[in-house]
């Protein structure tokens, strides 16, 4: 497993990766925290934004959807110019947008191409909805089945499978379920079992089961957690790491982004999404 990626030498393309998600206006989340990821991670990131919310620590306010054509427009406009090694997608929003990002997945021919990451983000950490109940089924029916990876947070699969999650047992009964979908893997994340001492993540391939365990941080700056998280997958999938290689990845990157997390505004409080940066005096 590798601890880092390559980074391109100066003057060379960097990979190409994409988010396909809202905008955090509180620049915790979203988009924002994907973007920030991939600068971190020495990737390229494109964006094709879905949703503009109105949101600081204390919550969402409201959010604006993206007309379909506009968020259609941006994935194809950059697919068929900048080009895309790896996408991931976070708040969707609506049935349509997200009927609209597989019609142009197929049309600009990415399916089964390139990986994608599909993080089904249906709330936000203070538990406003982000995804129209509406939206679901097409989620599940239409979206899932041609991603790479779905990484659904315990919430998430209680939502999308209808399955509690309690201890091991439970977690591989949603592994399974969530695979059933058609994805090519499925990741159940369980930093949302705060019983545990660890926080494990299960990832099933229809036949192998993997875990990942990091030590559970006790913090509430937890904000942008699970965007982190498949944004690094994202990246490294962008470099061909095999899907377990990118998610042992991606948990070694989102555990250091959650132990230094730092606290914002008067709520909820954000990962570190610039771990790693230092401000010491003799740079
Ligand atoms: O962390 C999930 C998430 C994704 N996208 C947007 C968000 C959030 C959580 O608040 O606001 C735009």
């Not at 097409?138 to 979206?143: E, F």
């Not at 091991?168 to 058609?182: C, K, W």
Request: with cysteine; glycine share 10%; charged share 20%.
């Amino acid at each position: 497993m590798t601890r880092v990626l390559p980074l391109a030498a100066p003057g060379d393309t960097p990979r190409r990766v994409m988010t396909i998600a809202g905008s955090d206006s509180g620049g915790s989340a979203g988009l924002q925290a994907d973007m920030r990821a991939f600068a971190m991670l020495g990737v390229h990131g494109s964006a094709a934004v879905t949703a503009v919310t109105v949101q600081n620590s204390l919550g969402v306010r409201a959010f604006y959807e993206v007309p379909i054509d506009i968020v259609a427009g941006q994935i194809s406009a950059v697919a068929s110019d900048i080009g895309i090694e790896a996408a991931k997608t976070g708040m969707l929003a609506s049935k349509d947008i997200i009927e609209a990002i597989v019609t142009t997945w197929r049309g600009e021919k990415l399916d089964g191409v390139v990986p994608l990451i599909v993080d089904p983000v249906c709330a936000s950490n203070n538990g406003e909805p982000l995804l129209h109940v509406s939206a679901l089924a097409a989620l599940r029916d239409d979206l899932f089945p041609m991603a790479t990876l779905v990484t659904p947070n315990l919430d998430e699969v209680r939502l999308l499978v209808g399955i509690d999650v309690v201890d091991d047992a439970t977690q591989r009964d949603a592994a399974r379920a969530l695979h059933a979908l058609g994805p090519r893997w499925a990741l159940v994340k369980g930093g949302h079992l705060r019983t545990s001492r660890v926080s494990s993540d299960l990832l099933f391939d229809g036949s192998e089961f993997h875990q990942f365990a990091a030590p559970r941080v006790d913090t509430r700056n937890d904000h942008g957690a699970g965007d982190t998280l498949a944004a690094a997958i994202t990246a490294a999938l962008a470099h061909q790491l095999s899907v377990p290689d990118a998610v042992a990845f991606g948990k070694l990157w989102v555990t250091e982004c959650i132990r230094t997390a730092y606290p914002i505004g008067h709520g909820l409080g954000t990962v570190n999404g610039i771990a790693g940066l230092h401000n010491e005096p003799d740079l």
